[in-house]
């Protein structure tokens, strides 16, 4: 492995990891913006603006971008989040330079009216899709609901009239401020030549404007309101709780990310034990969520209408008793050993080691190893997981549920 | 790319497979037993889904939690399905940990505790989680469109039916044990960084014995109908849609998958162009091959809201019966160059590798190397794809929708 690195004299950043060893490589821009980063008349904005980078430059049409990916049989795609848009492809290397130039290319699109025109019913299909999936509904509610107000909280999809009332000229005018080269990270893993992605960024990126940008940062601790809507075609209560936890940049995300295993991994976890093991929910979990400046544990449980009093009961036990009693040695090192693996599986892909590359990046500026990482989370003892426990109180949550009509 | 494959022989012919990647430090393993949806006696339904929770439920000489806490002191990454015709158990982890895990899993595959009161948790989450599809349409479309193409019991869901889980008893799902626990059917697949000999030496300790019989033949009835609609007032109407193809064993099987890719392989394939870049019906739109060992098909998914169900739906089938018509060379070049691509991004993954030689040695009686499987993809032509086309053309569709409201099928 060997780590790259360079910026542009417009505040670029370019990084790689060359792994000549690897049968692929991975290429991507990480973009600095999100739902966050949005006002509420343009709500739903960086998530469409994703969508609309694939729709070409003043050179490509829509269908000659998707054509040319394809020709490379690069496996490509974008996702936005409520403070990163990425786009991505994972490819043979013999392909990489030119998929690197696609991206390059699109990175200034031309926006074009009918195209957002065309799009925009796309976009109100997803918001669709979405609603009829109450798992992934009553997560975006609950944020909202724990942000209340921060722009953290802010849809990422938007809403259907949000998205109507969205003009393709407030489109190019968001882009212009967030689509910056200084706020923008171009990554590359696997098995690639560092030299020739150096000098195609240097061709092709280097006139792009900088720009003065802002995010408006601050942790929050959360609004730990209460609240249930009802959907009368609905089967089971969805529950999401919310509560605060720590940044992306704190040394003590490893212990969060280990805490969130401890009560709410799949399998062997305190909820799992609790509610799955004993049948009186079919999912329940918890994860961490690290943010720029800001951080969550949310957790999801699915269950019967019937045995909603006695499941939240019990997951107000399972806090009461980690912030009385802690976590143990035999949990932590469980935890460990799951974390562990997940990460050394997943970065064995350069697709995965470029998700961790890039945003390793974007939070830090820094690059870290593999090896640094299983190092931080070997070092995490049980103390550091309790004192994280004391200072955050995960059992004081925002809570959102959707669910059928109470029968009482 | 030189590639190697391990195999051997049990005595009780319990077939073991390996395929060693140079460049991982992770092993992945898998036991398939013969235990699939499609093999349960009629009237059981999803308890193949009991059963494989229930055999976690302790093992050997550990209870539930010790097991499992076994398991994740290993970091094992598990995973546990069930398909048509297997059971699929493994897992993914450091292969330091490989000879530990597989002592575990002898455990739970040869001598799981079945506790009465872990059946009932048991069989109370599998009611439960197909009571949870009714939450996600997009999900219980697609299964019940498998259930009503398949002639039955093929497509099975492995999920199973409410009714039947309830009836369900311990010492039936005990007989399906000892009927399809089969080891002489069974198939163990590793992938990644191990000691072959090590790992045939170890199996042969923990699984070898006397050679079973049993695995009688599936008694096959036609498939269920046409069109189905399941009302349901959510935000889209959910459309699942299955037409017959050729079977993995065909001669045109690498036809097939490259027609498949150029309907739906890429973001510059038909489906993904005409339905959602040109017309903007759908976000979701795709359709992929969906093969089985006795039957196989194209199986497409489109969710759109009620007022442009329709319009999507005929656009979705003029697609499917226009692709015989001609085809670019464009086109199929694309095709070709996508699925080799996957292909070759998905070997890199020791988990995808060991469910794939387990799944070829099944469905072909052998494991396909990459380099036969791109060569086959290569052989393919802008004729050759059309005369499959010509030959094979798409006549019946299965339908299942779910959503507000229906579609008419012409």
């Known amino acids: 492995m060997e780590f790259k690195n360079e910026k542009l004299s417009n505040g670029l950043v370019l990084i790689g990891e060359v792994n000549k060893s690897a049968k692929s490589a991975a290429v991507g821009f990480f973009v600095k913006?999100?739902?966050?980063?949005?006002?509420?008349?343009?709500?739903?904005?960086?998530?469409?603006?994703?969508?609309?980078?694939?729709?070409?430059?003043?050179?490509?049409?829509?269908?000659?971008?998707?054509?040319?990916?394809?020709?490379?049989?690069?496996?490509?795609?974008?996702?936005?989040?409520?403070?990163?848009?990425?786009?991505?492809?994972?490819?043979?290397?013999e392909y990489l330079v030119e998929v690197t130039q696609l991206w390059a290319d699109l990175m200034r699109p031309s926006l074009r009216d009918e195209d957002f025109n065309i799009e925009k019913n796309v976009i109100k299909e997803e918001i669709a899709m979405y609603q009829d999936l109450p798992s992934f509904d009553v997560m975006d509610r609950c944020r909202t609901l724990h942000f209340h107000g921060h722009p953290c909280g802010n849809s990422v999809l938007g809403s259907a009239e949000s998205i109507d009332g969205l003009t393709a000229e407030q489109m190019r005018d968001y882009?212009?401020?967030?689509?910056?080269?200084?706020?923008?990270?171009?990554?590359?893993?696997?098995?690639?030549?560092?030299?020739?992605?150096?000098?195609?960024?240097?061709?092709?990126?280097?006139?792009?404007?900088?720009?003065?940008?802002?995010?408006?940062?601050?942790?929050?601790?959360?609004?730990?309101?209460?609240?249930?809507?009802?959907?009368?075609?609905?089967?089971?209560?969805?529950?999401?709780?919310?509560?605060?936890?720590?940044?992306?940049?704190?040394?003590?995300?490893?212990?969060?990310?280990?805490?969130?295993?401890?009560?709410?991994?799949?399998?062997?976890?305190?909820?799992?034990?609790?509610?799955?093991?004993?049948?009186?929910?079919?999912?329940?979990?918890?994860?961490?969520?690290?943010?720029?400046?800001?951080?969550?544990?949310?957790?999801?449980?699915?269950?019967?209408?019937?045995?909603?009093?006695?499941?939240?009961?019990?997951?107000?036990?399972?806090?009461?008793?980690?912030?009385?009693?802690?976590?143990?040695?035999?949990?932590?090192?469980?935890?460990?050993?799951?974390?562990?693996?997940?990460?050394?599986?997943?970065?064995?892909?350069?697709?995965?080691?470029?998700?961790?590359?890039?945003?390793?990046?974007?939070?830090?500026?820094?690059?870290?190893?593999?090896?640094?990482?299983?190092?931080?989370?070997?070092?995490?003892t049980v103390g550091d997981v309790n004192t994280l426990i004391e200072q955050l109180s995960p059992g004081d949550f925002t809570q959102f549920s959707i669910g059928p009509a109470l029968s009482s | 790319m030189a590639e190697k494959f391990d195999k051997y022989v049990l005595k009780n012919q319990m077939v073991l497979l390996g395929e060693p990647m140079e460049a991982v430090e992770?092993?992945?393993?898998?036991?398939?037993?013969?235990?699939?949806?499609?093999?349960?006696?009629?009237?059981?339904?999803?308890?193949?889904?009991?059963?494989?929770?229930?055999?976690?439920?302790?093992?050997?000489?550990?209870?539930?939690?010790?097991?499992?806490?076994?398991?994740?002191?290993?970091?094992?990454?598990?995973?546990?399905?069930?398909?048509?015709?297997?059971?699929?158990?493994?897992?993914?982890?450091?292969?330091?940990?490989?000879?530990?895990a597989l002592d575990l899993h002898a455990d739970i595959i040869l001598r799981p505790s079945l506790k009465e009161d872990q059946f009932e948790l048991a069989r109370q989450l599998a009611i439960d989680d197909v009571l949870s599809l009714d939450d996600d349409p997009r999900h219980k479309v697609m299964l019940k469109l498998r259930e009503q193409f398949?002639?039955?019991?093929?497509?099975?869901?492995?999920?199973?039916?409410?009714?039947?889980?309830?009836?369900?008893?311990?010492?039936?799902?005990?007989?399906?044990?000892?009927?399809?626990?089969?080891?002489?059917?069974?198939i163990f697949t590793v992938a990644g960084k191990y000691d072959f000999d090590a790992v045939c030496r170890q199996m042969e300790g923990l699984f070898e014995g006397e050679q079973q019989q049993g695995g009688q033949s599936i008694r096959l009835t036609p498939s269920a109908g046409q069109y189905t609609h399941i009302e349901n007032d959510g935000a889209q109407v959910h459309i699942g849609l299955m037409t017959e193809t050729v079977k993995p064993?065909?001669?045109?099987?690498?036809?097939?998958?490259?027609?498949?890719?150029?309907?739906?392989?890429?973001?510059?394939?038909?489906?993904?162009?005409?339905?959602?870049?040109?017309?903007?019906?759908?976000?979701?739109?795709?359709?992929r091959y969906h093969g089985l060992k006795e039957a196989a098909g194209i199986m497409c998914y489109a969710g759109t809201t009620p007022d442009k169900a329709q319009e999507t739906f005929d656009c979705v089938v003029e697609e499917f019966n226009r692709l015989g018509d001609g085809i670019s060379e464009e086109e199929i070049a694309r095709a070709k160059v996508g699925l080799k691509s996957s292909l070759i991004l998905?070997?890199?993954?020791?988990?995808?590798?060991?469910?794939?030689?387990?799944?070829?040695?099944?469905?072909?009686?052998?494991?396909?190397?990459l380099d036969e499987i791109k060569d086959r993809i290569d052989q393919t032509t802008v004729d050759s794809v059309l005369a499959f086309l010509r030959n094979n053309k798409f006549k019946d569709f299965t339908i299942v929708t779910i959503g507000p409201k229906r579609v008419t099928v012409k």
């Not at chain 1, 913006?33 to 003043?58: C, P, Q, W």
């Not at chain 1, 969060?256 to 093991?277: K, N, P, Q, Y």
């Not at chain 1, 269950?303 to 009693?325: A, H, M, P, Q, T």
Request: charge should be negative; hydrophobic fraction near 40%; charged fraction near 25%.
């Open chain 2, 150 to 186: 398949y002639p039955s019991p093929l497509g099975r869901s492995a999920l199973g039916e409410i009714l039947e889980l309830k009836a369900l008893t311990v010492a039936t799902s005990e007989r399906i044990m000892r009927d399809n626990f089969n080891l002489s059917q069974t």
């Open chain 2, 249 to 287: 064993t065909d001669e045109d099987y690498y036809n097939a998958r490259v027609a498949v890719s150029v309907l739906s392989g890429g973001m510059s394939a038909r489906l993904f162009t005409e339905v959602r870049e040109k017309r903007g019906l759908c976000y979701a739109i795709g359709a």
């Open chain 1, 175 to 380: 882009f212009a401020k967030r689509y910056a080269p200084n706020n923008m990270v171009l990554a590359c893993a696997g098995n690639f030549g560092w030299d020739q992605i150096r000098s195609l960024a240097a061709d092709s990126c280097s006139k792009w404007p900088r720009q003065v940008v802002e995010r408006k940062l601050g942790h929050f601790d959360g609004s730990k309101k209460k609240d249930r809507i009802e959907k009368a075609n609905l089967a089971r209560e969805h529950i999401c709780l919310m509560s605060e936890g720590v940044s992306a940049q704190d040394p003590s995300r490893f212990a969060a990310s280990l805490l969130g295993t401890i009560v709410g991994d799949d399998v062997g976890s305190r909820f799992f034990w609790e509610l799955v093991d004993k049948a009186l929910a079919e999912a329940a979990s918890m994860s961490y969520g690290a943010m720029d400046g800001t951080g969550t544990f949310y957790s999801y449980i699915r269950c019967s209408n019937e045995n909603v009093r006695k499941v939240l009961g019990i997951v107000r036990r399972v806090f009461d008793d980690i912030e009385k009693n802690g976590v143990t040695e035999d949990e932590l090192a469980a935890a460990k050993n799951k974390i562990l693996s997940t990460l050394v599986i997943k970065n064995e892909l350069p697709m995965g080691r470029l998700i961790d590359l890039g945003f390793n990046w974007t939070y830090l500026e820094q690059y870290r190893t593999i090896e640094d990482d299983v190092a931080a989370i070997k070092g995490v």
């Open chain 2, 26 to 100: 992770s092993v992945a393993f898998g036991f398939m037993l013969p235990a699939g949806a499609a093999h349960l006696p009629e009237g059981c339904c999803g308890a193949s889904s009991v059963i494989a929770d229930w055999i976690f439920r302790g093992a050997g000489d550990k209870d539930s939690r010790q097991l499992s806490d076994a398991l994740d002191g290993l970091g094992l990454l598990r995973g546990h399905s069930v398909g048509s015709s297997h059971m699929a158990i493994g897992a993914a982890l450091e292969a330091g940990n490989l000879t530990e």
């Open chain 1, 33 to 93: 913006t999100g739902s966050r980063d949005e006002v509420a008349a343009i709500n739903g904005v960086s998530h469409y603006l994703e969508h609309m980078l694939f729709k070409g430059t003043e050179k490509l049409s829509a269908l000659e971008v998707n054509e040319a990916f394809d020709r490379t049989g690069a496996q490509f795609n974008a996702f936005t989040s409520e403070e990163n848009t990425v786009f991505y492809a994972a490819i043979l290397p």
């Open chain 2, 346 to 369: 998905q070997s890199e993954s020791s988990s995808s590798r060991s469910g794939a030689i387990g799944s070829d040695h099944y469905i072909l009686g052998r494991v396909r190397g």
